[in-house]
């Protein structure tokens, strides 16, 4: 398994005066929740997610080296410089995060302080969705940042890439680490799973039944407003929690439920995993203190619809809900026609202006 050390490069064989890279990474959907984490983003149990397809953030990122670059360019040596648009347009209040990120990976990408960099980035899905694009956007930005990498060392291998983008995105956003590469995605140490780390996500390296093949998510827009309560203070919440041993262990047991589950392609059993794990994510919110709550009334409404339509047809759709309110509704390909039918009917009136998003499970990152 790679340490932290790995990650720091020697010299780099080539030099790169100017170029542009462009990268779409998706968000991605976790199974098993990761809530809580120690220093350094990492995390205090380990997660599974669904990597999603439609749902994605697509950056160009743009870079010269500063003392070929235009006059423009009168940053210090030795400091960070970029420029930071979203959409096209100049995005002041991203800039802190961006900062920090670069700040954070440095050691890893000592080229950083060498280029001025123009990172253009926009979503495909609404801003203001409630849908997470941190994980989405940091993912994008670490795999252009690997890519001048590369550029720089041609002789990295496709292996080292991937991981290192993972570990990258992480430093920046910790879900973030799942959204690089593979369908379904383990981030944390966890005995019975081969290769995984606390550092950077892996690819599950198990069977999985052609049940979970094209899985589908249909992400239910309950409230688009800000999150009253940010990931980053949420997580802190979980140091001094009073479940929150209980909790990492659980984690660890789902986890292991869902190896057999992905194996055997049990729909029944996946459901009470998943929808348990939501609950639980939110329960915690709920147990920290301060508390909060951030599911809405009709996030319940929905909830209570899928489990009435469930137990009176008995087809396999269940819930997952990540840090906000909105729902995420999954179910196997082969009832979407049955299921979209039913959100249609029933589900769309507790969307805020009736908007939900269609996606399904996906590959990770992809360079354009």
């Not at 008995?314 to 082969?334: E, M, Q, R, S």
Request: glycine fraction near 6%.
């Amino acid at each position: 398994m790679s340490t932290l050390i790995d990650f720091i490069p020697q010299p780099y064989s080539h030099t790169l005066e100017s170029g542009e890279f462009q990268w779409s990474a998706p968000s991605n959907i976790a199974l098993v929740k990761y809530w809580g984490k120690k220093d350094n983003q990492i995390p205090a149990n380990p997660s599974v997610s669904f990597t999603l397809n439609n749902c994605k953030t697509i950056t160009k990122l743009a870079f010269a080296k500063k003392d070929v670059s235009t006059s423009l360019v009168t940053v210090a040596p030795g400091k960070f410089s970029f420029d930071l648009l979203f959409e096209g347009k100049p995005k002041e209040d991203f800039k802190p995060k961006i900062q920090k990120f670069l700040e954070r990976i440095e050691v890893y990408l000592p080229f950083l302080k060498d280029y001025h960099f123009t990172i253009d980035t926009e979503n495909t899905f609404p801003h203001s969705s409630g849908i997470a694009s941190s994980a989405s956007g940091m993912a994008a930005l670490a795999m252009n940042l690997m890519s001048l990498e590369k550029a720089l060392n041609p002789e990295m291998t496709d292996d080292y890439f991937y991981q290192k983008a993972s570990l990258l995105a992480r430093l920046g956003s910790g879900s973030a680490c799942r959204s690089v590469k593979g369908q379904v995605v383990v981030w944390g140490n966890q005995a019975n799973i081969q290769g995984s780390s606390d550092l950077y996500g892996v690819e599950f390296p198990g069977e999985i039944h052609d049940n979970f093949k094209q899985y589908q998510d249909t992400i239910l827009l309950v409230d688009k407003g800000e999150k009253q309560v940010s990931s980053t203070v949420g997580h802190d919440l979980m140091h001094n929690h009073p479940y929150a041993d209980r909790r990492f262990a659980q984690a660890h047991d789902n986890l292991d439920a869902l190896i057999t589950i992905f194996k055997s392609g049990d729909l029944d059993a996946f459901i009470k995993v998943v929808e348990s794990e939501a609950l639980t994510l939110h329960a915690m919110m709920m147990t920290s203190m301060p508390y909060f709550i951030l599911m809405k009334p009709n996030t319940l409404e929905i909830i209570n619809a899928i489990w009435k339509f469930r137990n009176e047809t008995k087809i396999p759709v269940c819930f997952t809900l990540d840090a906000g309110a909105n729902v995420h509704v999954l179910y196997p390909n082969n009832v979407s026609e049955k299921v979209l039918q039913f959100i249609k009917n029933e589900l769309v009136g507790y969307c805020q202006n009736g908007q939900y998003l269609c996606d399904q499970i996906g590959n990770g990152a992809m360079m354009l």
